[in-house]
Nanobody, 120 residues
Framework: QVQLVESGGGLVQPGGSLRLSCAAS????????MGWYRQAPGKQRELVAN???????NYADSVEGRFTISRDNVKNSVYLQMNSLTPEDTAVYYC??????????????WGQGTQVTVSS
């Protein structure tokens, strides 16, 4: 089983910045991609950004140019630097990782979520 632990959420004023972190632990063969999703009240969970192993990063149009995703493959961690935050970025942010536990078994794990609130 693969566990994801997030940190870094909180309250920030419009225009401010936050950095989210997520670390994967447990027994697994490899991670194919890590990413961040978010869910605002009354809305569906949506992709914010993801970064496949050895592949190109993907961003939602709404965060392109403001958010930056990065990975540390040695630490099995993913980060989300969020700049120029607006109230529309307020949501619970979830870390996601998918890959293989062993040669034949895949995993798709989620973190517990961290609240990001952008308000003056």
């Amino acid at each position: 089983q693969v566990q994801l632990v997030e940190s870094g959420g909180g309250l920030v004023q419009p225009g401010g910045s936050l950095r989210l972190s997520c670390a994967a632990s447990g027994i697994f063969f490899r991670i194919d991609a890590m990413g961040w999703y978010r869910q605002a009240p009354g809305k569906q969970r949506e992709l914010v950004a993801n970064i496949p192993t050895g592949g190109r990063t993907n961003y939602a149009d709404s965060v392109e140019g403001r958010f930056t995703i990065s990975r540390d493959n040695v630490k099995n961690s993913v980060y989300l630097q969020m700049n120029s935050l607006t109230p529309e970025d307020t949501a619970v942010y979830y870390c996601n990782a998918r890959g293989y536990i062993d040669y034949g078994r895949r995993f798709n794990s989620w973190g517990q979520g961290t609240q990001v609130t952008v308000s003056s």
